[in-house]
């Protein structure tokens, strides 16, 4: 199992990026797809899970941040909208056999990508 997180990177305040997951090894129909964040200083948080009729979403307005699949690409996606500073961050995909509700907060998630930075600033 690999995944390889990509897309990050400068943006101004208010801004958008599109981040990427690239999955191999599985297919997206049997597990959980989860994005985290790690501000500097702060501890990880879980952004957003998707897994088969089933989602989550961390403590963020959910208009603003958007996860999607495409199966026939194996692939993740993350759509971050009007961003902050506080959105600065890197930001690491992650992926875990079963639903999003088997990993509470993404506990427990056994296969992470490399993470990609997202730094926000004017």
């Known amino acids: 199992v690999q995944l390889q997180a990509s897309g990050g990177g400068l943006v101004q305040p208010g801004g958008s990026l599109r981040l990427s997951c690239a999955a191999s090894?599985?297919?997206?129909?049997?597990?959980?797809m989860a994005w985290f964040r790690q501000a500097p200083g702060k501890e990880r948080e879980e952004v957003l899970c998707?897994?088969?009729?089933?989602?989550y979403h961390g403590d963020f307005e959910k208009s603003r941040f958007l996860i999607s699949t495409d199966n026939a690409k194996n692939t993740v996606y993350l759509q971050l909208n009007r961003l902050t500073v506080e959105d600065t961050a890197v930001y690491y995909c992650?992926?875990?056999?079963?639903?999003?509700?088997?990993?509470?907060?993404?506990?427990?998630?056994?296969?992470w990508g490399e993470g990609t930075l997202v730094t926000v600033s004017s």
């Open positions: 090894g599985f297919t997206l129909d049997d597990y959980a």
């Open positions: 992650a992926a875990g056999s079963g639903k999003c509700v088997d990993y509470p907060e993404g506990a427990g998630m056994p296969y």
């Open positions: 998707v897994s088969s009729n089933d989602m």
